[in-house]
C-alpha cells in the first residue's frame, strides 16, 4: 500500500501520525506526571499513624482518621437514603408511569441534574438543610445535599439497566400468574442488580470526589468527631478527606500532609472505578 | 363425542388503537382438546390468544367488545382477578423465554409464586412437571444449572414444563415450536397429544401439516374475520369456505 502513495501523501500521512502520537504522548504524559508527582510528594507521608490517629497539636502528629471516618459517614448515610429513593423512582418510572409524556420530561430533567454543576446543589443545600431545616451544617446536611447530587445518576444508571431487561422476562412472569411487583421483584430486579450496583460505585466515586457541596454544608474541623449517641451523630460535623485536603493546603499550608491526602484519593478513585467495572462484568454473567 | 365447551368467545372485537384487530369473533373451544389456530400473518391469531388470557392489558390503547367465558365466567367481567385467570390458562411464548436461574427454580417459579413454599411439595411439582414436559431425563442431573445453558428445544420444553407447575386448566401456545427443530417439534407435538388428557391447548401455528397432525379443531382467522372453524379432520378434507380451501391448498398465505 504505502509504495503506491505519492511523496506528498506519504509525507501527509506521517505528519498527521506523528500529530496525532504526539497529542497522545502529551496528554499521558501529562496525566503521568501529574500523578507521579502526587505519589512523590505524598507517600513519604503515609503512615499507619497517619492513617488511623486524629491531628494532635500537643503531641506534634498528623493524622487524618477523622476525616476518613467522615468520608465513610457521608458515603454510607447518602446511599442509605439515595439507594431505595433512586431504585424505586427509577422502577417507577420504567415500570409504572403510563404518562410517555411525564417520564420523558423527568428523565431529561435528571439527565440534565446530572450534568450540573456541584457548587448549585451546595448552594441549594445550605438554604435547605443547614438554614431552612436547622440542621445547621452538619454531616448530616452534607450528606442529604450529596443524596439530591446522586440522585440523578442512581435513577438514571438503574432505569437503564431496567430498561435492558428482556419484555419476554415480563410476560412470562405475568402470564404464570404474577403480580407486578412480584414480577418485578423476582425477575426484573434480579436481573438489573448489575446496573444498579455499578451506579451505587459511580455514586461513591462522585461523593468521595466530592468538595464544593461539603464546605458549604458541613464544618471544616478536622478533629475527631464523636458519634456515641444519635443526638452526637445527628450533630457531627467536620472535614472529609477532600476538604481536609483544602484546610491543610490552603489554611494550615501543610502541604505534606495534602498531598498525602490526594495520594489517598487517588488510590481510591482508582480503587472505586476498578470495582465499578468488575461488578459491571461479573454481575452479567 | 361433543366435549363440553371451557372457552366461547362471543361477538368478540378487539382494536389496537383505531386499528381493529378481531372482527367478531364467536368461537367455542372444548375441553380437553387441541384446537389450533391457522391463518397468514398478521391475521390476529396472537392477538385472539392473548385475549383469552388478558394478556393483552399490557399493550397500551387496548380496547375489546364482546365477552369470551371461561366456564361460563366473563374474563373480562368486573371482580375477576386477573392473576387467578393466568394461573388457570398458561401459556407458552414464541420464543422460549426461561427466567436466567436454574432449571429448578424456573419451574419452582410459579407454584412459589403462588404460595407453595414446602420443599417437598416443590420437588414434586418441578419432578412431575419436568416429566410431563418430556425433559425430565435430559435434566435430572442438572437441576441446579442455569436455564439459559438448554438448547433451544429444550428451553420450549422447559417453558411447557413451567406452564404446567402451576397446574393450569387450559395451556395457549403460540407457534411454540416455530423456532425448534424437527426433532424438537415432534417431541412437542407428541407431548400436546399427551397433555389433552388433563388439559385444553389452543395452539396457535404456520404449519398447516401441524395442525393437521395434531388438532382436533381448528380455526382459520383471515384479516382478523374467523372464516372458519371446524373438526380437524372435516376442514382439511372438505373446507366449507372457498377462502379456507386456498389458503389451506397454499394458493396464498
Ligand atoms: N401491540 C400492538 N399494537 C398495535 N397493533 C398490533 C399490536 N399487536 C398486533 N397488532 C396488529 O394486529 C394485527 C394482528 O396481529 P397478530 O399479532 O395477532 O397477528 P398473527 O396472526 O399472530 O400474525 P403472525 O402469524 O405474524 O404472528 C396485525 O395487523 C398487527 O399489526
Ligand atoms: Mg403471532
Redesign the interface.
Known sequence: MHQTLSPFRRAYDLGARALLYLSAALTCGLLLCLIGYICFRGIPGISWSFLTTAASVLRGTVGIFPAIVNTLYVIVVSLVVALPLGVGAAIYLTEYA?NRRLVEIIEFATETLAGIPSIIYALVGNVIFCVSLRLEKTLIAGSLTLVIMVLPTIIRTTQESLKTV?Q????????????KW?MIR??VL??SVDGIVTGCILAVGRIVGESAILMYTVSMSTGMQDFSTIENFMKSSGATLTVALYVYAKENAEFAVAFSIATILLALTVLINLAASLAGKKLKR | MEEPTILKAEGLDLFYGEHQALKSISMDIPEHRITALIGPSGCGKSTFLKTI?R?ND?V?GVTIKGKITYHGQDIYGPGLDV?????RI??V?Q?P?????SIYDNVA??PR??GVRSRKKLDELVEQSLRSAAIWDEVKDRLKKSALSLSGGQQQRL?IA??LA?EPDVLLMDEATSALDPISTSKIEDLSTELKKNYTIVMVTHNMQQAARVADKTAFFLLGELVEFDDTVQMFSKPRDKRTEDYITGRFG
Open positions: 403510563s428482556p419476554s422476562y415480563r410476560e412470562g412472569s405475568l402470564g404464570l400468574g404474577s403480580g412480584h423476582t425477575v434480579p436481573s | 388470557n394478556m399490557l397500551p392473576t387467578w385467570l393466568r394461573k398458561g401459556m411464548f420464543k423465554n426461561p427466567f436466567p436461574m417459579y410459579g409464586t403462588h417453558c413451567r406452564a402451576v
